[in-house]
């Protein structure tokens, strides 16, 4: 006989007031759910199912929650799945697309012809090549400048599409007509993805040092869509995640020795490890911004 009852989908009211509403992002991007299964108690359910009968010990869905995310047990966060329609500049898509854990169906251009949109950007938001940074930007060109630079794009992006344009008229086949497009047409796709997976791409795209335009594509998804669907998912995403800080055993035993009011051995340790005085070096830097948020000072500064 069987002994299961009758299952209803799960439903989030907060994530159906935006089911398919687009929600804005850069000048003519957007984001918009298309569909999601699951939500906080579909973790907590896959949860307790793989602990047996141990997790009646267990009475709060947050704090279990709370405790997967604290113990990166991750599998619990994968039963709950999410589809996005995004539209996206390609140079940004690019980005996006390196995340592989997802199922994606992006429009074709070999197929159809190409969004006649592009990303525009304002005088004040040209922004510098950052000095410590390779990949990374840094504070902003003068408005002056940035005019000049804005009405070039402008140019740039009605020449290309009207060559492109013109080509489809001369009968040009699209896969080939459309190869001097620039990186800054808009391109759309649906993009498929777990609860985990999702995770792990805010909390690359959210950072200060991603990129401005796909930060502001991952802010909009957590803030106004994982938020939503998930909120003690989120919650502790943000406390776990974004909000907290990674030891490795070198800074933790460096940390110790401040504590204990030992700066010399302290500096000591930071010495062995390579982290000399007056020498530039990145996880050296990276600690020292780890120091300031704990309000501790660091002994070889």
């Known amino acids: 006989m069987i002994r299961a009852e009758r299952l209803q ?29 699951g939500s906080d108690e579909s973790v907590v359910q896959a949860a307790r199912v793989s602990y047996g009968e141990g997790t009646k010990k267990v009475s709060e869905d947050r704090g279990l929650i709370r405790y997967l995310l604290r113990h990166q ?27 592989r854990m997802s199922s994606v169906n ?12 592009m990303q525009k950007t ?9 000095a410590d940074n390779k990949q990374g930007s840094s504070g902003s060109l003068d408005p002056a400048p940035g005019k000049r630079l804005t009405e070039r794009e402008a140019e740039v992006h009605r020449l290309c599409r009207e060559a492109y344009e013109e080509r489809l008229k001369a009968g040009v ?21 777990d609860l985990h997976n999702l995770l792990r791409f805010l909390h690359l795209r959210m950072a200060p040092n991603a990129q401005q335009e796909i930060r502001s594509y991952a802010r909009l998804i957590g803030h106004e869509i994982v938020r939503r669907w998930c909120p003690l998912t989120w919650e502790a995403f943000l ?24 700066p010399k051995a302290a500096e000591g340790l930071a010495e062995q490890a390579g ?10 830097a990276e600690f020292d911004e780890k120091l300031k948020t704990l309000g501790l000072k660091a002994p070889w500064t």
């Open 122 to 130: 304002s005088p004040d938001a040209w922004r510098r090549q950052s």
């Open 239 to 262: 406390d776990y995640r974004v909000g907290g800080l990674a030891l490795s055993r070198l800074e933790a035993e460096i940390i110790a020795r401040i504590a204990r009011g030992e």
């Open 9 to 37: 989908r799960t439903c989030v009211p907060a994530v159906d007031e935006v089911l398919g509403v687009p929600l804005k992002v850069l000048d003519d991007g957007f984001v918009r759910v298309v569909d999601y299964m």
């Open 73 to 99: 047990h991750t599998t619990p966060f994968e039963m709950c799945e999410i589809k996005l329609h995004v539209r996206v500049p390609m140079d940004c898509w690019r980005q996006w697309i390196r995340h």
């Open 275 to 284: 982290w000399a005085k007056g020498k530039k070096n990145r996880e050296r």
């Open 173 to 193: 086949a699209r896969e080939q007509a459309r190869k001097d497009l620039p990186l800054s047409t808009y391109t759309e796709a649906y993009w498929k993805t």
């Open 106 to 117: 992006e429009y074709s251009t070999r197929y159809s012809v190409a969004i006649d949109a």
